[in-house]
């Protein structure tokens, strides 16, 4: 079976500190990935995507940038952290026979002060 | 005009209540519709998936879509306790051939369920 592994779980960084968030699919070849954060009150943001190694589409214009150095891992980054990064960042994962279905990784809760 | 709408709640039943949730929509191209559920502090679980219009039963779930409307929901029978989590409803309009299976999703919807 499937599963997609986030860490760290939670992190507290100061203003203006580099950022790096990790994620790792186990039990499938060639996914599409996905980053979003979720704030609270505002849905899920999809802020990037990939459908293979080394492809990154993003969504949203911003200081966070995303890299799939391997065919299941997915990190993304920062530079400089802003207060407004703050949030709930989530990546999932999708096949390529159902690539409508999206699955949820436990998630890596970004507090920026 | 979000592309997707739900109330965000909150929702507040007694337990072994239906509960009906609810997503509006307003691109008539999405074809696929699924619902999440999201326990504090998790990330979103994969609950129900339906194509296209009609009904989807699993267990106390049922998933219902009406294209014509373009409105979907969520009921579930005999809640739980268990069942207190937010609801995120999710829309795509794929195409065959496309390399991306793009969800739109709604803000979600809180729910209590209370003994």
């Known amino acids: 079976s499937q599963t997609i592994h986030q860490w760290p779980a939670t992190l507290v960084q100061p203003v203006g500190s580099p950022l790096s968030l990790e994620c790792t699919v186990e039990?499938?070849?060639?996914?599409?990935l996905y980053w979003y954060r979720q704030a609270a009150g505002r849905g899920l943001q999809l802020l990037f995507y990939s459908v293979g190694i080394g492809q990154i589409s993003s969504e949203v214009p911003q200081n966070l940038s995303a890299s799939r150095p391997q065919d299941r891992q997915f990190i993304l980054s920062s530079k400089k952290l802003l207060l407004s990064d703050s949030g709930f960042y989530l990546c999932?994962?999708?096949?390529?026979?159902?690539?409508?279905?999206?699955?949820f990784g436990p998630g890596t809760r970004l507090l920026v002060l | 005009q979000k592309e997707v709408e739900q109330d965000p709640g909150p929702l507040s039943v007694p337990e072994g209540a239906i509960v009906s949730l609810n997503c509006t929509y307003s691109?008539?191209?999405?074809?696929?519709f699924m619902w999440y559920r999201q326990y504090s502090r998790k990330g979103p679980e994969l609950l129900m998936y339906t194509y296209s219009s009609g009904n989807k039963e699993d267990g106390r779930f049922t998933a219902q879509v009406d294209k014509s409307s373009k409105y979907i929901s969520l009921f579930i029978r005999d809640s739980q306790p268990s069942d207190s989590a937010t609801y995120l409803c999710?829309?795509?309009?794929?195409?065959?051939?496309?390399?991306?299976?793009?969800?739109?999703f709604g803000r979600g919807t809180q729910l209590t369920v209370w003994p």
């Open positions: 999932a994962w999708s096949s390529l026979a159902q690539q409508e279905t999206q699955y």
């Open positions: 691109n008539s191209a999405f074809q696929y």
């Open positions: 999710a829309m795509s309009a794929r195409n065959r051939g496309s390399t991306l299976g793009r969800l739109y």
């Open positions: 039990g499938t070849s060639n996914p599409n």
